[in-house]
């Protein structure tokens, strides 16, 4: 339908309603919260979006971007046949679950698999076997669990809906979105019957899932959404938020819509969702903020910190766009707004202290199209409750990038990497003045840091090389490194332990849920995919730039001691050929791969697509192993 008519007359309307604003009979955009607004009508979101679209500068992820895909649970411990300890969701935040594709509750395993979901009776292990095996129409991204509810996050995609506005924008065709939105469910199963769960609550929300916590009964969600569909020669429709609540069909309206003028205008939506999943009859709640595509995000008790970067982040103007939003039993609301130059890494690159933010970013001299001749600084940033920066710390280790950031109350660790791995421990005890303490120098990286105890902490990285024909290192082995940080002045490397040479990876070192840890006994469990240079390939010696073969896909098991230092505990995995890597002279993936691992009072689980396998936690003995494929 052409839409120039209309436009016309629209714009004859807006400059009537224009001129009587001004008069005062018509109030301008009510500024809610520290530096939101909102929309008085669809036709102000339209020409808002459009002053976006025709800004040759906005064409950085803020403006088109979308998702980086890069979580305790209440539980009954009077069960029968309960394990009185076992392992939960490696989280960042105490009491603030991340969903996942495995959790267990002291007696049962849930696993998402693809489009199914499994329920497995796994304690005691050697009378462990499927007890349901349920399945959706879509992916299913994560799972949560608390007391007998299920909570699981479906994808699919969909044709948007009817209601829309359009014109005809003068902008490139190179920026045209998909002319489709794409959807997911947020679905809810009781499981007191664990043999039959019961669908008790199916959510949909036009958008992309990009995360989810839950805090007590609560699950909240953020999505993203494109506000434009793009249709032929050019032209364009406004699309507002869509949620359905079991059948119940409730579309945003424009003048519920907030905004913000801290960075680039945007054409999509962030969604923040909150639903209560132990009460069916509590109506989910959402708000909806047009800000860009969501790319990280940081929840603490009180607020959720979305994270995404604004146009200018291809550019030496890189910054970092921060909104927080409260909550409180489902409760949403929108709050304050704020930048700080660079970008972030992940969500461990942001905490919450003492109502303050701190939040790690690295900055660039050049564009991002042009990386290895980048000059790099990293820098520290802490902000009030209205994302007001109140203290800096700026320009540390340049030329490098931050590789893993840990905030540990009012101390911080970061770790920068180029050729070597500087791990700085920082004083965030005064907001105002943030300071280095000390700093380590060594060999590799870390990727992640995990707090082992108030004196010592745990990185999860590369080993690495120092290059002797560029100004770089070359990535070996997985390394795991216990560090001392009781004196903070001067930490120390105490023990290390390196797996595989050159090739050896971890899903560890892209998602912590992936790692496992026992305080009790100081385990700790991880997967692994080891490379090993063969001999017989470089009678000469190997140089450092050389791969090795892959020789095992399974978990590493690991003792950590704070005397004694990182040993070997054993290995386990769920390849009945371990030939097949020599054999093929290639492998990566498989269904065999172990993907998560879990511990029920003294038993070990590895899990895989295709297999459980439960071991004895000391000895690593096989109990039992079932065939999920089965």
Do not use: C
Not at 193 to 199: E, F, G, R
Not at 221 to 242: C, F, G, M
Not at 314 to 331: A, C, F, L, P, Y
Request: aromatic share 10%; net charge negative; charged share 20%.
């Amino acid at each position: 339908m052409n839409r120039k008519p209309m436009l016309g007359a629209f714009l004859v309307a807006f400059l009537v309603v224009s001129v009587v604003s001004v008069l005062g009979t018509v109030e301008t955009p009510e500024v809610e919260t520290q530096g939101f607004k909102t929309f008085r009508s669809i036709w102000e979101l339209d020409l808002y979006i459009e002053k976006g679209l025709n800004n040759p500068q906005n064409r950085g992820p803020a403006f088109m971007g979308g998702p980086v895909f890069m979580e305790k649970a209440a539980v009954d411990l009077a069960a029968p046949q309960r394990a009185a300890e076992y392992s939960e969701t490696n989280v960042q935040v105490a009491g603030v679950d991340e969903a996942d594709i495995v959790k267990t509750d002291g007696k049962y395993i849930y696993l998402a698999s693809g489009n199914s979901f499994l329920i497995v009776n796994a304690y005691p292990a050697d009378q462990m076997k499927i007890v349901s095996n349920s399945s959706v129409e879509g992916g299913i991204r994560g799972l949560f669990i608390s007391q007998d509810r299920l909570v699981l996050f479906e994808e699919n995609s969909f044709f948007r809906g009817e209601q829309s506005i359009g014109r005809e924008p003068a902008i490139r065709r190179d920026l045209m979105i998909a002319p489709y939105v794409s959807g997911f469910h947020i679905k809810v199963y009781d499981t007191a019957q664990k043999n039959s769960p019961k669908l008790i609550r199916d959510i949909s929300v036009n958008g992309t899932y990009v995360n989810s916590r839950m805090i007590d009964n609560w699950v909240y969600i953020v999505a993203s959404q494109p506000a434009v569909h793009y249709r032929q020669n050019d032209k364009y429709e406004i699309v507002l938020p869509t949620i359905n609540s079991d059948g119940k069909t409730e579309k945003v309206p424009a003048n519920e819509i907030q905004y913000s003028d801290n960075g680039d205008i945007s054409s999509s939506y962030t969604m923040i969702i909150a639903v209560n999943i132990q009460d069916e009859t509590a109506e989910p709640a959402m708000k909806v903020m047009l800000t860009g595509f969501a790319t990280t995000l940081y929840v603490s008790q009180q607020n959720i910190y979305v994270v995404l970067p604004d146009g200018g982040w291809w550019t030496n103007e890189g910054k970092t766009v921060i909104h927080r939003i409260s909550i409180n039993q489902g409760t949403i609301k929108i709050e304050a707004t704020g930048t700080v130059p660079g970008s972030i890494l992940n969500q461990y690159s942001m905490d919450e202290y003492e109502n303050h933010l701190r939040i790690a970013t690295t900055t660039t001299t050049t564009s991002a199209f042009n990386r290895e001749r980048s000059a790099f600084s990293n820098n520290i940033y802490i902000l009030n409750q209205q994302l007001e920066t109140v203290g800096t710390l700026e320009d540390l280790a340049p030329g490098e990038q931050i590789y893993s950031t840990r905030f540990m109350g009012a101390k911080g660790y970061l770790v920068t990497f180029k050729k070597v791995d500087p791990l700085f421990t920082l004083d965030l005890s005064n907001p105002q003045a943030p300071k280095v303490l000390g700093k380590l120098k060594i060999p590799g990286y870390s990727n992640y840091l995990y707090p082992f105890d108030e004196n010592h902490l745990i990185g999860i990285g590369k080993d690495a090389v120092e290059s002797k024909q560029g100004d770089f290192a070359l990535y070996q082995g997985v390394k795991v490194s216990l560090f001392n940080i009781a004196d903070v002045n001067n930490p120390q490397e105490v023990s290390q332990y390196v797996i595989g040479d050159r090739g050896t990876d971890s899903s560890v070192l892209q998602d912590p849920h992936a790692l496992l840890f026992d305080a009790r006994n100081g385990l700790m469990v991880f997967p692994i995919l080891e490379a090993r240079i063969l001999p017989e390939k470089y009678p000469q010696g190997a140089p450092p730039e050389a791969y090795g073969e892959y020789v095992f896909q399974g978990a590493y098991a690991l003792h950590v001691d704070a005397t004694a230092g990182i040993t070997l505990k054993g290995t386990i995995t769920h390849i009945d050929d371990p030939e097949i890597f020599l054999k093929s002279g290639y492998y990566m993936y498989s269904s065999n791969e172990i993907l998560r691992s879990l511990y029920i009072g003294e038993t070990l689980y590895t899990i895989s697509t295709e297999k459980i396998k439960a071991n004895n936690i000391d000895t690593l003995k096989e109990i039992a192993t079932i065939n999920l494929a089965q």
